[in-house]
Structures are given as structure tokens and as C-alpha cells.
């Protein structure tokens, strides 16, 4: 079960906001807000860029044909004016993206999609997200998404902005996840994001043996060659992650990493950019990797693990409302802890191995 924790000693939020979620919801059909409305600010690291490459990068939820369909039909504005997809950005402009949602996105249903309700009062939700749930409808996906469920327990989502999700996590990547509920409450998650006062720390198996943690400061863009992955660029947006080693096994590590910004694919691009791609995430270079005569487990639980290997365990912030901390953490789902321990397992059943042991805290 996952454990919520409320850290600030002396502070209770009031009754009316500790409603936690234990009963179901009826089925109900909201009337959502049309358009998809976004606003952000062009960096300098992008000066010089058309806009419609500008803005693959900063919105890279949607194609580039998408947007750039957006820029000639006006709903994609810079500084509030209609320009051409060849037009240069110098820095520090303003991109405003309101528009009506890709044909075939279902953001008015409601659906039930399986999740877990952690935390939940009238401005704030905290999401666990099993792996496979994607979090919100768009190409190749239209609904069965996290926000077709969210609109199923909470229809007023319906008048948020995307329903109130502030950030994101892959389809295939686990774990906690803030929706606002509230317009105040998306006001205040959206600006502490965007200081980096959103404390989230992953848990992730990766390839190879890291020798100590180390911070990954690296620019994130998408990859021209393949808009379904992101790459370090020098034109990209800037990315810190912090890593820390929790184990080392014979030919893989369990790790730590935080997150100090939150660009697409962030943890899975940094960690393959030092040779470490995370376990399963075959986008970004991980080739099933074994130590020598491995266990029959080990060899079947790398083999059959279809994801990347990367759980959002906690997560603390400021309440938006009451400016409570809160902190939240969630268990490794069965997936990820059959795969370390089958790691586990298999480092001490080698004998050069035994005398080393694999804990070695936080490094």
C-alpha cells in the first residue's frame, strides 16, 4: 500500500480537504472545455530556430505536423501574432496555443481506466499510475486514458485546462502522479513546476555498473530522425537529473534519480547518454545486457521485461491551498521488485561476488 506522509510538523489540513478515495464514482458525462490551451515562453537556447521547429521542442505532446498546422491556422500565435511556420524566434517570446484538440482525441469521455487514488480532497489528487496507462488522449491513443479515468471520478476535472494534469509520465513508466483539481490549484502546481519546488525521485534499473552517482546536465531535444524520441542536443531545453546508486548488481544497478527539470523522456535519454540505458527501453539503446552465466531467472526476467525499468516513487511539495508539506511514496509495483530480486538472487549465487556484497546506500 502506499505510504502518504505529511512532513510539516504542527500543520493539519481541514477535514473538508482530507476526503480520501474509498468508494466508487458513478459513470458521468461532463461537459469538457474545448480547446487545448497552452502558454510558454520561448528560451534563448532556441534563438534562431523557425517556430515550427521551436515549437516541436517546447511542446512535444503534439507532431510537428500538428503544429505546424496550428501555426498556419492562427492557433498557434508568437507574442500574440499570427506568423508563418519559416518565421525565426529570437528568445524570450511568447507561444500561445489554443486549439481545438487533434481529430479522434476523447477528451470529453468519461471512462473507467484503472488506477490508484492516493490522496484526494477539493483541489488536489494524487495519482498511482500502473505502467501501460497512457495519461492523456492524443495520436494512437483518442481514450483509456489516465484523463478519460480521471473525468470518470471527478467530472469538474472537465474545466481545467487538460483536465488538470500539471506533468506527465510515459505510457510504460509507473507511479505518482499531481492533478490539479482545482483552477487555484493548477495555478499554484504549474508555477511551483516551473521554480522546481516539486520534489520527484524515480527508481530505475539500469545497464551496466555505475561507479558512483553523479549529476547528468545535458540539453534535451526532440531527435529530427525519429519524432518519437528525444536526444541531448546543445539546441534542446536545459535538463539536470541527479543520480544516485541504491545497488550494484553483476551487470546492472539499481538507482535514484531526481529530477531537477522535467523535459520529455528526461531520466531514460540522460541515463542511455552516459551508456546506461535503463533496462527494457529498447528506444534508447538497451540491449538486454546479462553478466556472465547468469541464472535461469535472471536470463528469463531481463528477457521477458517489456518496459522501461522506471517507477515515480515519491513525490512532496507545498499543498496549492493550504501550503502544507506533503510527501508521498509508492511501493515498486510487482513488475520491477521480481526483477531486482531476481538480480539480487542471482549476484549472491555467484561466488566471486559474495564477499562484495551489493548494498552500497546511497553513493
Known sequence: ???VIWSEPGVKLPASLLKLHSQSHPMVHPQVSENICRTIRVGPELAGQRIDKAAAVLLPDYSRTQLTEWIRDGSLTLDGRVVPAKQRV??????????????GARWDVAQIVRFDVVYEDEH????????????????????GTLVNGLLQI????????RAGIVHRLDKDTSGLLAVAASSVALRSLSEALARHEVTRRYRAVVEGVLTGGRSIDAPIARDPGNRLRQRVASVGRPALTHVQVIERYRAHCLVNAELATGRTHQIRVHMASIGHPLVGDRRYGARGRLPSRPSVELLAAIR???????????????????????AFESPLPLDLAQLIHCLKSDQSGDPDMRSAGNAVGRS
Open 1 to 3: 500500500m502506499i505510504r
Open 90 to 103: 529570437f528568445g524570450d517570446e511568447e507561444l500561445a496555443l489554443n486549439a481545438a484538440p487533434p481529430v
Open 124 to 143: 488536489l489528487l494524487i495519482i498511482d499510475k500502473p505502467a501501460g496507462v497512457v495519461v492523456h488522449p492524443g495520436a494512437g491513443n483518442p481514450d
Open 154 to 161: 471527478r467530472p469538474a476535472l472537465a474545466a481545467l485546462p
Open 304 to 326: 521477458g521485461f517489456q518496459r522501461q525499468a522506471l517507477h515515480a516513487a515519491e513525490l512532496a511539495f507545498e499543498h496549492p491551498v493550504t501550503g502544507a508539506a506533503l
